[in-house]
């Protein structure tokens, strides 16, 4: 399957379907709330933004409680948020520049960087510096993982096939210049030490978690044609012609990042 579907594929299913079925009863947004913003293209995406933001509000006005998905967990406000913020992606790239509007007049710094991620992802390269403050020094996980990915993103070209858009017909997309790609590739070694978990099961059990921000962020170095190899201490990074550029240690035990593959996906 073509890597740009099956990214957009598993963003509905862990993002929308999954964390509908809870085996932790809880105050929990209904994420079900947020198909509209992708699927009812008679309302004018404006408005479609506006109703994800105001959902966002709500959110961090009144955080959901921590359930527990049927197939992995938590399930928290974090969770929530970013799910929100990427789902307002997809009027947004209708609408780029009404999003951009509603995230430069927004007060409350947490709405403004969740729309800067949602703005992100409609392929806004300008957003790539506070992206990636955001997927470093976030102190939500989850909202660290959606920033990560939306900067693996941009390690990819975009495509008429592209869901949510991230360049509208009459656009013109420029190569990433040489600063950018530095912020991202520094960015995504950052990442490699992030000791966020995530749980497959229905417990916070570590024998099986996993760490989507090492992940994405092995993936986003290889993407830009590094090597990134697993060692008994974390990772150890090479560049394209091999050469050692930094080995990062990490505070996690080996044997649970046995499911943090590292891979160029979409190579």
């Known amino acids: 399957m073509n890597t740009r579907r099956l990214v957009s594929l598993l963003f509905v299913v862990t993002s929308i379907l999954l964390p509908n079925r809870l085996l932790a009863q809880g105050r929990t947004f209904d994420l079900s709330r947020m198909r509209p913003l992708t699927d009812d293209h008679k309302t004018p995406a404006e408005d479609r933004i506006a109703t994800g933001i105001q959902c966002l509000e709500e959110e961090l006005a009144n955080p959901s409680e921590e359930t527990w998905g049927m197939v992995a967990g938590p399930i928290d406000s974090g969770y929530i948020q970013g799910v929100i913020a990427g789902t307002i992606a997809f009027p947004g790239a209708e609408a780029p520049q009404f999003l951009r509007k509603k995230r ?27 992206v990636a403050r955001i ?55 950052a990442g490699l030490q ?59 035990k080996i044997a649970n990042r046995q499911g943090t593959k590292i891979q160029a996906a979409g190579r």
Request: glycine fraction near 6%; proline fraction near 6%; charged fraction near 25%.
């Open 104 to 130: 430069d007049e927004a007060k409350d710094l947490r709405l403004k960087d969740l729309l800067t991620i949602a703005l992100a992802r409609t392929g806004a390269q300008d957003t790539i510096p506070d």
């Open 135 to 189: 997927a470093v020094k976030d102190p939500e996980g989850n909202i660290r993982t959606q920033a990560m990915v939306t900067l693996w993103n941009f390690t990819l070209t975009p495509a008429p096939t592209d869901n949510p858009l991230r360049v509208r017909p009459g656009e013109v997309w420029h190569p990433l210049n040489a600063k950018a790609l530095k912020v991202m590739a520094d960015t995504f070694v």
């Open 194 to 252: 992030d000791t966020f978990a995530r749980y497959m099961g229905d417990s916070k059990d570590e024998q099986y978690a996993f760490y989507p921000v090492q992940r994405v962020s092995g993936g986003g170095l290889a993407r830009l044609g590094f090597n990134v190899q697993p060692t008994n201490f974390g990772y150890r990074v090479l560049d394209s012609k091999k050469k050692l550029v930094c080995e990062v240690k990490v505070k996690t």
